[in-house]
């Protein structure tokens, strides 16, 4: 009967080296998967904090071309305002007679019959300058003409500052 019990108590001390072994390779790992898990961790975080600062950038570079973007458009509905009040104006003083629209004429071109003395009467203040009035509905033509002009060139302007203003970013 002492077989059996020395069998046992053999038995029962590998069991426990075993069991001792597991538990010793249970601690080893679980500290090596916790250092794992917190490198993880930190990777993420430096590549969230990265990730957060280049947004940021990001949304700084929109807002500094936004911000450029509605100085232009003020800029340009100034300008646009501005013409189109000095053109009313401009009208307005060629509608009241306030204002003549006049072009010069060469006076020495005789050949088409056009015979305007070169020199100026005794009351002119051209100095050998010959002048011809237009008529007041020609000169509304044109003003607005030289309007519609104004209008592209301010239009083609603000365009421009447009395009310039995109490929600053």
Not at 14 to 20: K, M, P, T
Not at 49 to 73: I, M, N, V, Y
Request: one cysteine or more; aromatic letters at 4%; hydrophobic letters at 45%.
């Amino acid at each position: 009967m002492t077989a059996p019990w020395r069998l046992i108590g053999l038995l029962a001390l590998v069991l426990a080296g075993f069991a001792s072994a597991w538990q010793l390779q249970d601690w080893r790992y679980g500290q090596r998967l916790a250092e794992q898990s917190r490198l993880n961790a930190e990777a993420f975080n430096q590549l969230t904090q990265a990730a957060a600062t280049a947004q940021q950038a990001e949304q700084d570079k929109r807002l500094a071309l936004e911000q450029r973007l509605s100085a232009s458009e003020q800029t340009h509905f100034r300008k646009m305002t501005d013409a189109q009040r000095d053109q009313d104006r401009l009208r307005d003083r060629l509608a009241t007679a306030d204002l003549r629209l006049s072009v010069l004429i060469d006076a020495t071109d005789v050949a088409k019959g056009c015979g305007v003395p070169a020199t100026p009467g005794a009351g002119g203040l051209d100095h050998a300058v010959v002048r011809a009035r237009l008529d007041p509905a020609h000169a509304q033509r044109i003003i607005a003409i030289t309007d519609t002009g104004d209008r592209g060139l301010i239009a083609l302007q603000a365009c421009q500052a447009y395009v310039r203003n995109l490929s600053q970013n």
